[in-house]
């Protein structure tokens, strides 16, 4: 066995780990000190020991402080997600000692937090009343890091391209219509037909950048011969979408395939433009290499219980002549 096999499988301590995210987090051998209650030279002479027992260099000094070589980064990558496994071996011994059935950890899309989640919890909550959830919000871009770190259980949204998916299995929750819509009061609400043309001029809503929606709109743009929009905003929340167009001219992205729950206060009128994109369905997300807990078998059960009540039966008014325009 070499050297390097040895130290890892019987000497390194987590406590050593622990000692190599915070130099990689804080940059800032005095900050790191200071934060773990311990001195400088100790912390220096810590992360020295465990360069030399590891045979690379894990990090650099520069003007701007400490930054991971390859190595670092390779082996606060792993460090992290060790860790995490540590918090959640001592989170579920708690749970069991409590009588609890555990807690999960899940990564979710700002525009579900309002209308699948709630639903998928309470749904939880009737069946498994001991299971607790902690939620983060966020783009799928990070949430997915997230859960390759260990951070995260599952993630609910949007299912991502296959090319992301290495490593991750995934359970189809409901199919994804995406159209654009705008107030009511639009005027192009009044017309039967749209054209590309027709959108020129008009401020929109777009998603950021790094969305799943982001790249396929502005390919749509390009296609049909427009620039982006100059006159935006940007956001994934439903609520600020369906509020925004009632209050000026804006068209917006809106994925139509979740009830949302304050309709009548905000209506929206689908334009009669069909987008040439597929979209993926609305899904769960965990890793393949990490088998699901019982509580997580729970949360995703109830998942699949309410999502088909769902599924939005929002159609733009008939007597413009596009009924069902969302299905």
Not at 37 to 63: C, D, M, Q, W, Y
Not at 229 to 257: F, M
């Amino acid at each position: 066995m070499s050297q390097l096999d040895w130290y890892l499988t019987a000497n390194l301590k987590a406590r050593h780990l622990r000692l190599i995210v915070a130099v990689n987090d804080f940059r800032n051998l005095s900050q790191v000190a200071s934060n773990s209650f311990i001195t400088v030279p100790a912390v220096s002479k810590s992360l020295s020991e465990i360069e030399n027992a590891l045979g690379v260099k894990l990090f650099e000094r520069t003007a701007n402080g400490l930054r991971p070589t390859a190595y670092g980064e390779c082996v606060v990558r792993h460090a992290r997600t060790v860790l995490s496994n540590l918090n959640r071996v001592a989170e579920e011994i708690k749970a069991l000692q409590t009588g609890q059935a555990g807690k999960i950890h899940i990564g979710v899309l700002p525009r579900l937090i309002a209308t699948l989640l709630p639903q998928a919890l309470a749904r939880l909550k009737q069946d498994s009343p001991h299971t607790n959830v902690s939620i983060a919000e966020g783009r799928m871009t990070t949430l997915i890091q997230d859960l390759r770190r260990g951070d995260l259980d599952l993630i609910v949204g949007r299912l991502p391209n296959q090319s992301v998916m290495v490593g991750l299995e995934e359970k189809v929750l409901m199919n994804a219509r995406v159209k654009l819509v705008t107030g009511p009061n639009h005027p192009l609400a009044a017309k039967r037909t749209v054209t590309w043309d027709d959108l020129a001029g008009f401020p929109w809503v777009l998603p950021p950048p790094g969305s799943l929606l982001r790249e396929p709109i502005e390919s749509l743009f390009a296609r049909n011969g427009l620039p982006m929009p100059l006159n935006y905003i940007e956001t994934l929340s439903t609520h600020l979408i369906r509020a925004y167009i009632q209050s000026n001219d804006a068209i917006a992205l809106y994925t139509a395939d979740i009830q949302y729950p304050y309709a009548a206060a905000n209506p929206i009128h689908v334009l009669p433009l069909e987008l040439s994109f597929g979209r993926r369905p609305l899904g769960v997300i965990w890793r393949a290499d990490k088998p699901l807990v019982p509580s997580a078998m729970f949360l995703l059960r109830s998942l699949e219980e309410v999502a088909p009540s769902l599924v939005s039966i929002e159609v733009p008014d008939a007597a413009k002549g596009m009924d069902a325009a969302l299905n």
